[in-house]
């Protein structure tokens, strides 16, 4: 196996920044904090918005997470960390100290959320999440309601989850070079588990991949974006809550196989891109797009190349070798680290981070 | 003279007390009308376009006159406020105000009231038939109060006025 390690520090690839993904992630600026925070913040209820706004202050970008949980306290995870808020409103590491919800709690949550109107949501409500402006998304738990054996709602919400979508403009600047091959695009897989930063640079790479990077000679191209989960364009009311580029169709809500085969018909893309695979029709249609000449760019949780392709259902791309480059990332040096950059043929690798 | 414009006044207070209620009798019976026509147009913007409530709300307003639109306007108003009150304790605060103006009767107000609560916190074929049984209640509270105008609204305009010219004759 041929090792060709190109470390950041040690040979700088010309004019592009080499230094890990997780400080470009942590450089952003307070106020563009302050503002991207606001949308999820108006959608907790005032007092609840009040306590986290308090007890996090400067930290508030760091939150990943918010969860509610019906009479245990409430949890806010950053980074590593699970945080809660004491009585004196300050962030708190002992758990069992920390703000009980209460079920009126979870009544306004619910009332803001829906903004009085769940009849407005009940697709949301059937899939077991909203997307809130800002992108972000909540997903909540509580007993279901069936219709005919399929869930038809949730009722009596026991638990919110706010997961905070992170924009982070530039966190894909190192990997691109990787991806491109003059006009073309690799086909190209995003291994990670879960919570390291897999989403967020799968939109980053959109978007430059949309908009073109002129350092790298690269003039963009279509890219298809399909949004199962609301998350990567973070859809709200029909517009893209993040900077998904000036060259990408975005098909929010569509399951990803039925999604990928209507925008090839009806979109031209030259690049299709989706969030975590893994049904059989998902790998079907990612044959399909290969085979008409659109490049694919996906994620799949995991750890590493050796184990991906042991799934069910994937053995056929780990066999075929469909992609040509293979990313994966951790959070080592924080959400975002790049572990290394495969060559998918051959397995080479062609970045160490 | 004193007395003549001291008898006019009187004729002219009582006159204009009994003219006052009939035009509550008025008032009510076109408030519940119009109130039907607005659950309609509500009912379109749930089951068509499933418009969020303070938007819906704000939209159904614009379309009415009278003073139903007062109701909606204050119920979009709080709702809209996104503070994570319940939208039925918005639509109570609305009925207040309109209630200041037009004074329904307990069944009335009850109608609506019941109609409130279940605004808003359950899926459209529920919302729906809570407008629709909303609708159904207010049709037969009209009739009731169309009644009472006819039956009312003459005598009071023309009693006002007796009233008056009966106090003028016993003071004479």
Same mark, same amino acid.
């Given at each position: 196996m041929v090792r060709v390690i190109v470390n950041g520090a040690k040979s700088g690839s010309g004019a592009r920044q080499e230094k890990p993904l997780s400080a470009d992630m942590a450089v952003v600026n307070q106020t563009a904090i302050r503002q991207a925070a606001a949308g999820w913040l108006a959608a907790l209820p005032p007092t609840l918005r009040r306590m986290v706004s308090e007890s996090l202050g400067q930290r508030i970008g760091e939150l990943e997470e918010i969860r509610l949980r019906i009479e245990r306290p409430l949890l806010l995870r950053l980074a590593q960390t699970e945080l809660t808020i004491d009585r004196e409103n300050r962030l708190c590491g002992e758990l069992s100290r920390?703000?009980?919800?209460?079920?009126?709690?979870?009544?306004?949550?619910?009332?803001?959320?829906?903004?009085?109107?769940l009849y407005a949501w009940e697709d949301e409500f059937k899939n077991g999440y909203l997307t809130v402006p800002g992108g972000h998304r909540v997903g909540f738990a509580g007993r279901g309601v069936l219709e005919k054996g399929v869930i038809r709602t949730i009722r009596e919400i026991a638990g919110f989850n706010y997961r905070i979508?992170?924009?982070?403009?530039?966190?894909?600047?190192?990997?691109?070079?990787y991806l491109l091959k003059g006009r073309e695009v690799y086909h190209t897989l995003i291994v990670s588990p879960p919570q390291c930063g897999k989403t967020t640079l799968l939109r980053d790479l959109v978007r430059q991949i949309s908009d073109g990077e002129k350092q790298l000679g690269f003039a963009g191209a279509n890219?298809?974006?399909?949004?199962?989960?609301?998350?990567?364009?973070?859809?709200?009311? @029909?517009? !893209?809550?993040?900077?998904? *580029?000036?060259?990408?169709?975005?098909?929010?809500?569509? !399951?990803?196989?039925?999604?990928?085969?209507?925008?090839?018909?009806?979109?031209?893309?030259?690049?299709?891109?989706?969030?975590?695979? *893994?049904?059989?029709?998902?790998?079907?249609?990612?044959l399909a797009a290969q085979s008409s000449g659109v490049s694919v760019i996906t994620t799949l949780h995991g750890r590493d190349v050796d184990e991906i392709w042991d799934r069910p259902y994937l053995q056929d791309l780990g066999k075929l070798r469909i992609f040509q480059r293979i990313v994966v990332l951790s959070r080592r040096?924080?959400?975002g680290t790049i572990e290394a950059v495969y060559d998918g043929k051959t397995l080479a690798v062609l970045n160490k981070g | 003279m004193v007395k003549v414009i001291g008898a006019l006044m009187i004729v002219g207070g009582c006159g204009y007390c009994g003219l006052r209620i009939a035009a509550v009798y008025e008032r009510r019976a076109e408030t519940l009308r119009i109130m039907q026509n607005a659950l309609t147009l509500l009912e379109t913007e749930i089951s068509y376009t499933a418009t969020p409530l303070a938007q819906a709300l704000e939209r159904?307003?614009?379309?009415?006159?009278?003073?139903?639109?007062?109701?909606?306007?204050?119920?979009?108003?709080?709702? @809209?406020? @996104?503070? @994570?009150? !319940?939208?039925?304790?918005?639509?109570?605060? *609305?009925?207040?105000?309109?209630?200041?103006?037009v004074p329904f009767s307990a069944e009335e107000k009850s109608i609506l009231l019941l109609f409130g609560r279940g605004l808003g916190n359950s899926l459209k074929e529920e919302q729906l038939k809570n407008i629709a049984l909303a609708k159904v209640q207010l049709r037969g509270v009209?009739?009731?109060?169309?009644?009472?105008?006819?039956?009312?609204?003459?005598?009071w305009q023309y009693m006002g006025f007796c009233m008056g010219m009966v106090v003028v004759l016993l003071l004479l």
């Open positions: 920390g703000y009980v919800i209460t079920q009126a709690d979870l009544e306004q949550t619910l009332e803001v959320l829906s903004r009085g109107s979508g992170h924009e982070i403009p530039g966190c894909a600047d190192r990997l691109l070079p890219v298809g974006l399909v949004d199962e989960r609301s998350e990567l364009a973070g859809v709200y009311h @029909g517009r !893209p809550q993040f900077k998904i *580029g000036l060259r990408t169709d975005v098909l929010d809500a569509c !399951p990803k196989a039925q999604g990928i085969m209507m925008l090839i018909r009806s979109m031209s893309p030259q690049v299709v891109a989706t969030d975590e695979i *893994g049904r059989p029709e998902d790998v079907e249609a990612i040096k924080g959400a | 159904v307003a614009g379309k009415l006159n009278g003073d139903c639109r007062l109701l909606f306007l204050k119920a979009a108003e709080l709702i @809209g406020a @996104g503070d @994570g009150r !319940p939208a039925s304790e918005a639509w109570e605060a *609305g009925l207040e105000t309109l209630n200041k103006l009209e009739r009731s109060a169309v009644e009472a105008r006819e039956k009312n609204k003459k005598m």
